[in-house]
């Protein structure tokens, strides 16, 4: 059973940058498609960023193009998520996913979920 597991949130000033990352157990994390999706209180999951199975291919969604960048690290079972020029919209819970398909932005395709990180975007 592959299990995720997000770190790297935190509390950063607007205009700051963050790196996430999402590393797994339990499974070969490049024989998935990852994602990143966010949800902020009272809002919707978003989906933000993924990178297809057993490729570098990534897809974004438009908003977050040019500020968000997905990476896979394979040599830590990881995949990261830079983020740059942070506004307080993007406070969120940011979690991680997996499928062993295609990438998606629809939420319940993704079977394996982190338990999230918080991203606090505040002066």
């Known amino acids: 059973q592959l299990q995720l597991v997000e770190s790297g949130g935190g509390l950063v000033q607007p205009g700051g940058s963050l790196r996430l990352s999402c590393a797994a157990s339990?499974?070969?994390?490049?024989?998935?498609?990852v994602a990143w999706f966010r949800q902020a209180p009272g809002q919707d999951r978003e989906g933000l960023a993924c990178v297809s199975r057993n490729s570098d291919r990534t897809h974004y969604a438009d908003s977050m193009e040019g500020r968000f960048t997905i990476s896979r690290d394979n040599a830590k079972n990881a995949v990261h998520l830079q983020m740059e020029r942070l506004v307080s919209e993007d406070t969120a819970v940011y979690y991680c996913a997996a499928e062993g398909r295609g990438c998606s932005w629809y939420g319940p395709d993704f079977a394996s979920w982190g338990q999230g990180t918080q991203v606090t975007v505040s002066s």
């Open positions: 339990g499974g070969i994390l490049d024989d998935y498609a």
